[in-house]
């Protein structure tokens, strides 16, 4: 991939990018509460005392939102601090009841790591390292609505002392698309991991896009951070467009101002929050209510026999120990889900074919990715439609496998399946193409002979007319023909 | 360390707390006062010595992830919540408008 450049009036100019990444911690209950995290609840229905803030409540870390960040930094191969501390953010806003937020800036719970994305959707061998400099434990803020009210703004806590991990990067990539393959790889290892849902439109997952521009080669400029970008495709624009207007006001003679901005998506532009300015002296101390954070090797031991398969590794297996295309591999490791369901049905068909795994993978692969989704799609109906169970799906692709259905009847048997009132196992059987070789040839004989003329064109060079008569064999067979010995025994008498 | 009349205000306004000039001035030599008193602690060679954190050796307990496991720390309690607030309308509190 040829390197991203911004062609300015004064020539070329490089972009630098770095992703603070918040990402909600997947638990029951909140951080430092009892409080209950699920979304969409009634406002300040899932606010306790301490998540209010009331004088003389005490924080009680959950263990679970501490594994979970701890399984997280393994994921990205990085190192875990077994001795960590929270700290005190201070700034006085009216969705911070604390006054404070609880955070870990001296001692975070996750150091260095990285992550390799992939840097061109055609090659998933063509990867880039991005650096991690760390994850840290915080809480989320409250949610202010400022326009149902002429007057006031109404404050809902509900979100209030949820666990975020934040996960901050080098500042290691260099184009729109690095930024969002990152963004994107992140939200495909927690899913993997199960530390967060990923749902960046519910708010799950939100990013702060530090960028700044510079000419190749020489230091960094200064940098803008744009707040609560909240989609890949949102994080790649800001890149873009925050770059371009960079390069403006310094070819104009202009200074970068170090601030803090946001992306208004509906102009496509990033615009100040001047009004953040002094916010940045947040007087930072170690929280007083809470004790360093000290986990034991049995803790760590547990979160990292508990995680799960990765992708790339999930990627290579399906490569070399199931002999999947590289593209097939891919596409079912993208999310967390698809490779669930491959799983889940390649194992269902192996057991029930009596086959190993490898031998089916690719007619599973095949179903799943292409000729399923193809049925869905042409019906608008949903993956999770309660006819397209493992069961019907075992059964379609393991008759297909032992050659009893022919691959086009099996869509077809799929398709009625999911439409209609059929009985499965039936249809199944009344479609069961005829190995028959005896009832094949009868077939093929009386093609022959009702197109005579045709099999003289043949035999005198216009082999295209094979087509022809596999087609008009099958028909006469209502499809039932096993296509390879219609092929074989049209082969042997045309001569 | 000590701190100014300049300090002092900063500190108020991000505090959002709103300070007399005359108060301001009192206030100044009040803080520098506990600032000396605190900064006598510099004076002990702690060169090598771990900084305490409890005076029993203790850790930090950890909660399971159980909602409302104890009702004085779970949600649920709206009304209470919202009990002591200046204002509160259809479940929110309210806030004089803050707008970005």
């Known amino acids: 991939m040829s390197e991203y450049r911004i062609q300015g009036a004064t020539g070329e100019w490089e972009v630098v990018i770095g992703l603070e990444v918040h990402a909600q911690v997947t638990s029951n209950a909140k951080l430092f509460s009892g409080a209950a995290t699920a979304f969409g609840a009634e406002p300040n229905a899932q606010v306790s005392l301490v998540d209010a803030a009331m004088p003389g409540m005490l924080p009680v870390p959950n263990r679970e939102c501490i594994r979970q960040a701890v399984r997280t930094g393994m994921a990205i191969n990085a190192q875990i601090n077994k001795w960590s501390r929270f700290d005190r953010k201070n700034y006085f806003y009216a969705d911070l009841p604390q006054g404070y937020q609880i955070s870990q800036l001296y001692h975070p719970l996750v150091g260095e790591g990285s992550l390799e994305v992939q840097v061109d959707e055609k090659n998933p061998e063509s990867t880039k390292t991005i650096g991690i400099e760390r994850i840290h434990v915080e809480q989320d803020a409250g949610k202010l609505m400022h326009d149902q009210h002429p007057t006031m703004s109404y404050v809902d806590l509900n979100r209030s002392g949820v666990a975020l991990m934040e996960i901050v990067s080098r500042p290691d990539m260099r184009s729109p698309a690095e930024a969002g393959a990152y963004l994107a790889k992140l939200r495909q290892i927690v899913r993997y991991v199960g530390s967060c849902d990923g749902n960046m439109d519910q708010g799950s997952m939100r990013a702060d896009v530090n960028v700044s521009v510079r000419r190749p080669g020489e230091p960094f400029g200064t940098r803008t951070e744009t707040k609560n970008v909240n989609s890949v495709r949102f994080v790649m624009a800001v890149v873009e467009q925050e770059a371009k207007r960079q390069v403006g006001v310094i070819e104009d003679g202009g200074k970068i101002v170090q601030e803090t901005r946001l992306y208004d998506p509906d102009r496509n532009e990033t615009r100040s929050m001047r009004s953040k300015e002094d916010a940045h002296d947040y007087r930072y101390f170690p929280d007083p209510d809470l004790l360093p954070l000290v986990l034991d090797d049995a803790f760590l031991d547990e979160c990292r026999a508990s995680l799960p398969e990765l992708p790339d590794a999930k990627r290579h297996r399906y490569e070399t120990a199931l002999g999947l295309s590289a593209y097939n591999a891919n596409a079912l490791t993208a999310d967390v889900e698809t490779a669930r369901q491959f799983e889940e049905l390649l194992a269902s068909v192996a057991s029930a074919a009596g086959k190993a795994d490898a031998d089916v993978a690719k007619r599973v692969a095949n179903w799943l990715l292409s000729e399923r989704p193809g049925i869905l799609n042409a019906h608008a109906l949903p993956a999770d439609h309660a006819k397209n169970s493992l069961e019907a799906n075992t059964a379609i692709v393991v008759a297909t496998e032992a050659g009893v259905i022919s691959g086009s009847k099996a869509k077809e048997i799929f398709e009625s399946h999911l439409t209609s009132d059929i009985d499965l196992a039936a249809e199944i059987d009344s479609n069961k193409q005829t190995t028959d070789t005896g009832a094949i040839e009868a077939a093929v004989d009386a093609v022959l002979a009702a197109n005579a003329d045709k099999v003289e064109q043949y035999r005198g060079g216009k082999e295209a007319l094979f087509g022809f008569f596999v087609g008009q064999t099958m028909k006469a067979m209502a499809g039932k023909g096993n296509p390879q010995l219609v092929n074989q025994v049209l082969k042997a008498k045309l001569g | ?100």
């Open chain 2, 1 to 100: 360390m000590s701190v100014d009349t300049a300090t002092v205000a900063k500190i108020a306004s991000l505090a959002r707390i709103k300070v007399t000039d005359s108060d301001l001035e009192a206030m100044v030599p009040e803080l520098n006062g506990i600032l000396a008193w605190v900064e006598q602690l510099g004076e002990v060679d702690v060169t090598g010595i771990e900084p305490m954190t409890a005076v029993i050796p203790n850790t930090l307990r950890l909660r399971d992830d159980v909602v409302n496991a104890d009702p004085l720390t779970g949600g649920g309690i709206r009304d209470q919540v919202l009990a002591n607030a200046p204002a509160a309308e259809h479940g929110f509190f309210g806030v004089p408008k803050v707008i970005e």
